[in-house]
């Protein structure tokens, strides 16, 4: 398939609903509860909901929502971070659109822009890297964020401010790591899940092999999805077809765009600027080793973290928001005390309503009533109570 209109065809968009029917029926534990899958990536989560995916496919299976939305897993602590150094008056400091509106303990980066900071707007590093050769007077910062998607795009940049010499660009790092997230997940007891949807983005720079230890180890099945409706239920298909028939690999659907073996010049400029951390902190799931990169000695002078007095705030996020227990799959954001009434994309308490890719903005922008009603026609009023519906 070439154009993006072949992979909504309703018409095998219904023959893969209907093979995806038939192999509910073959696999033994869908008789006793539903089947749990979860789609790391907060990308599968909005074409899930915005395709209407959930309530197309059979009460036997049930999406957990992932942590893959690097936004809203930043702790409120970095956020504050990145604040000070926003208002550090020789200071213009760059971001992605989503973190201007991630609430820190007092307020957001556009609150700060609004109170004088100079934040703008970037939509790469390379931006970031532009603004600094136009304002030499001025020390250029990039709030750079996101899972081995992004940090490619960091590491370039920061070769190319080496070879061009810009004394006044650095990163303020908050890159972090998709493998040491899942085993987090997998090791935690309350969770029971019996398979992933793999985030297809973060596997076009890493490949396949890194989820290998998930079928040894834990025995459990993940398809590589991409993000297109058809994608997304083949990926399914895949998926179930693997516990029908008693297997536990890893598979990759998005072959169009993920190689097996990953991008090896993007993995090459990530090695050669970044290393892990020992430990980093995550919204919701707390500090996990080797989760997080940081710069290198090689090429500290770009590392906004040395260049500045960085305060490594520790803040625990408000009482009343309920992101860390959504980010890990406890429960759905409609369960959330404040979804829909004090939290909105409006007026956001946490950063998962916040996020393009968050699993809050998604029910809000797509679920809506209409959802519900259809799965409480659906269901009876214990089980749709059980899994989660309001």
């Known amino acids: 398939m070439k154009y993006v209109d072949e ?11 209907r093979a995806i029917e038939g192999l509910v029926a073959d696999i033994e534990i869908c008789r006793r509860r539903p089947l749990q899958i979860m789609e790391v990536c907060g990308g599968h989560t909005h074409s899930i909901f915005k395709y209407g ?19 809203c897993v930043l702790p409120v602590g970095r956020v504050d971070d990145g604040l000070v150094l926003a ?5 213009i400091f760059t971001t992605f659109g989503d973190a201007m509106r991630v609430p820190g303990s007092k307020k957001s980066l556009l609150q700060a822009k609004a109170d004088g900071a100079d934040v703008r707007m970037v939509y790469s590093p390379l931006d970031a890297l532009g603004i600094a050769k136009a304002n030499p007077g001025k020390e250029v910062v990039f709030f750079a964020l996101g899972f081995e998607t992004t940090i490619p ?82 990926s399914i ?7 029908a028939e008693g297997r536990c690999e890893v598979e990759n659907q998005y072959r169009r765009v993920v190689a097996d073996a990953g991008n090896d010049p993007a993995l090459r400029a990530v090695q050669e600027v970044f ?8 919204r919701g799931l707390g500090s996990i080793d080797h989760s997080g990169v940081c710069i290198r000695d090689a090429y500290a002078a770009f590392d906004a973290e040395r260049r500045f007095s960085v305060p490594n705030l520790k803040i625990a996020d408000p009482k009343s928001c309920q992101c860390g227990e959504v980010l890990k799959g406890v429960i ?34 797509y679920a809506g009533v209409q959802l ?15 899994r989660g519906m309001p």
């Open 7 to 17: 992979f909504r065809d309703p018409d095998k968009a219904r023959s893969l609903l």
């Open 53 to 71: 995916l959930e309530s197309l496919l059979p009460e036997a299976i049930e999406f957990v929502h992932g942590p893959g939305c690097p936004v």
């Open 87 to 91: 208002e550090h008056p020789s200071v």
């Open 153 to 234: 795009s960091t590491a370039m940049t920061v070769l190319q401010a080496e070879r061009e010499h810009v004394a006044n660009f650095s990163v303020f790092c908050n890159h972090i790591t998709i493998i040491p997230t899942i085993k987090a997940i997998l090791d935690s007891p309350e969770l029971t899940l019996d398979g992933f949807l793999g985030p297809g983005h973060v596997s076009m720079v890493i490949g396949t092999a890194p989820y290998q230890f998930i079928c040894r180890h834990y025995r459990k099945p993940l398809v590589v999805a991409g993000f297109e409706p058809l994608d997304i239920l083949q």
């Open 237 to 243: 298909w895949m998926l179930l077809r693997q516990l």
């Open 275 to 282: 290393e892990l951390r020992e430990f980093f902190e995550w």
């Open 332 to 365: 759905k954001p409609r369960q959330c005390k404040v979804f829909g009434r004090a939290c909105t994309p409006e007026t956001p308490l946490g950063a998962l309503m916040v996020s393009s890719e968050g699993a809050c903005a998604a029910y809000y922008n």
């Open 372 to 386: 519900g009603k259809v799965r409480r026609s659906r269901a009876a009023p214990d089980r749709g109570r059980a």
